[in-house]
């Protein structure tokens, strides 16, 4: 009786376990990251421009008083995060250095968690540290430049 029961859901587990339909599922995770990142560094750049980092931009990282990033001076801090939040979405959306670009936006992540919106956890931080914790187990899938690389070297 029970495995009448189980039989279909083993079926199906076996079904979505494909490497094809994982690969999709990490080409989509790698999207969503990519894009949640991409969004913010536009915001970052002045209307118009690809890569020139707005004056309000270096306002936020410097004098505003909600953003308390330590070490940087708000000038290096607007531009590297701008630069990050351009670069490392990029790859993901190829699948190349998958790992380490998820590394890099946990960092960023924790970076902002801890001292630009400490309140931010459950509503939007644990998601993007979910998501980078995925790429970095599981690297890019089967649909990525990571493995078309991987496949090379072998």
């Known amino acids: ?56 931009t270096i306002y936020q990282f410097g004098d505003d008083p909600f953003n308390k990033v330590p070490l940087l001076t708000s000038e290096l801090a607007a531009h590297l995060t701008t630069y990050a939040e351009h670069a490392l979405p990029i790859l993901l959306v190829f699948g190349m250095f998958t790992r380490l670009s ?25 998601l993007w540290v979910a998501l980078t914790l995925i790429l970095i187990v599981r690297g890019g899938g089967g649909l990525s430049v990571d493995a078309l690389l991987a496949g090379r070297r072998a």
């Open 102 to 126: 998820a590394m890099a936006l946990l960092g960023m992540t924790i970076v902002i968690q801890i001292f630009v919106f400490p309140e931010a956890w459950w509503q939007v931080h644990s």
């Open 1 to 56: 009786m029970l495995q009448t029961l189980t039989r279909p859901y083993d079926r199906i587990i076996s079904l979505i376990s494909g490497g094809f339909i994982e690969s999709l599922m990490l080409l989509f995770v790698r999207m969503t990251l990519a894009g949640i990142f991409w969004r913010s560094g536009r915001t970052k750049v002045e209307e118009g421009s690809w890569l020139t980092v707005g004056e309000n």
